[in-house]
Nanobody
Framework: VQLQASGGGLVQGGGSLRLSCAASGIIISINDMAWYRQAPGKERELVATVTSDGIANYADAVKGRFTISRDNAKYTTYLQMNRLKPNDAAVYYC???????????????????WGQGTLVTVSS
């Protein structure tokens, strides 16, 4: 399973960006989808999660400004980021908990997969 994140870029403070993350490969089902971010010199932190039923949770720092969503048919999650602040600048990573099938060994497994990260830069 591979995750491909996109949508990062440079935006002025107060602006908006929409990140996307699409999964591909052998996918039986996807449980939680999530977005994390990591700023320079800081640890990776959880930004938002969405369950398979569409229930979303957010870090306090982004509540009311960011919206996570998912399209199950496309194996894709989105992060709509509004009213961006300079301290939102980071590399954003998506993560999905995926049930997949392993041909080597012939078994099903539920594993976490990460995207490669997409850079968000916010100018003040």
């Amino acid at each position: 399973v591979q995750l491909q994140a996109s949508g990062g870029g440079l935006v002025q403070g107060g602006g908006s960006l929409r990140l996307s993350c699409a999964a591909s490969g052998i996918i039986i089902s996807i449980n939680d989808m999530a977005w994390y971010r990591q700023a320079p010199g800081k640890e990776r932190e959880l930004v938002a999660t969405v369950t398979s039923d569409g229930i979303a949770n957010y870090a306090d720092a982004v509540k009311g400004r960011f919206t996570i969503s998912r399209d199950n048919a496309k194996y894709t999650t989105y992060l709509q980021m509004n009213r961006l602040k300079p301290n939102d600048a980071a590399v954003y990573y998506c993560k999905m908990n995926v049930q997949t099938y392993r041909y080597e060994g012939a078994y099903y497994a539920t594993l976490d997969f990460w995207g490669q990260g997409t850079l968000v830069t916010v100018s003040s």
